[in-house]
């Protein structure tokens, strides 16, 4: 559990999927057996922040622990920024081969910040290198047709995503932030300047 360093505790059954509708319980629950890792799978769960796309993959990374997996849950700005640091090619090893290696990858809001133009061969390099040999969980606010612009080269991002969707399945995700339940609505004017608009009775 150390080692996968969750970035917080997450169950399965602390999720509402009533609150999903799109999402069913009975299909997500697929994921979280041994099945996951032995079939090389990846899941990609899709949709704006605070609906609880983080959640779900650290209960499944967390259930994977349970079953003696080697996990790794890494944000995607984290891997970015450790990329950016590498100086040197062993350096770089010391970055992705954990990612590479372990039983289940977890990549958690990818597409949330754009990437520098050489982070997208890394992340090739990464996801390639897990083809048919370990379980990807990657979480997004962005839909797929996107991804290329975040990494910023179009054909790369093809050749990524034919490799994570060749046995993977792809959720999108509805719904109002958790976060901002109960909250009024912000509005941002033309000036940039923010102000709350009162919910209607």
Not at 133 to 143: C, D, F, P, Q
Request: proline share 5%; charged share 20%.
């Amino acid at each position: 559990m150390k080692a996968a360093d969750f970035p917080y505790a997450a169950t399965v059954e602390q999720f509402d999927f009533s609150l999903h509708p799109e999402l069913k319980r009975t299909v997500l629950l697929r994921f979280f057996d041994s099945s996951f890792i032995t079939n090389a799978g990846c899941l990609v769960l899709i949709g704006p922040s605070g609906l609880g796309k983080p959640h779900l993959a650290v209960a499944l990374g967390t259930k994977m622990v349970q079953l003696g997996y080697r996990v790794r849950f890494v944000l995607a700005q984290q891997l970015v920024n450790a990329v950016l640091a590498s100086t040197s090619r062993i350096e770089l090893l010391r970055v992705i081969e954990p990612l590479m290696h372990c039983d289940l990858l977890i990549l958690d809001e990818f597409g949330y910040l754009p990437m520098a133009p050489h982070v997208g061969p890394v992340l090739y390099e990464i996801l390639a290198g897990r083809y048919e040999k370990g379980a990807t969980v990657i979480t997004s606010n962005k839909s797929l047709a996107t991804w290329g612009e975040v990494i910023g080269d179009s054909a790369l991002m093809m050749a990524i995503l034919d490799r994570l969707l060749h046995h993977g399945e792809v959720f999108y995700m509805r719904g109002s932030s958790y976060r901002l339940r109960g909250k009024e609505p912000v509005t941002l004017n033309a000036k940039g300047e923010t102000h709350s608009t009162p919910e209607k009775p």
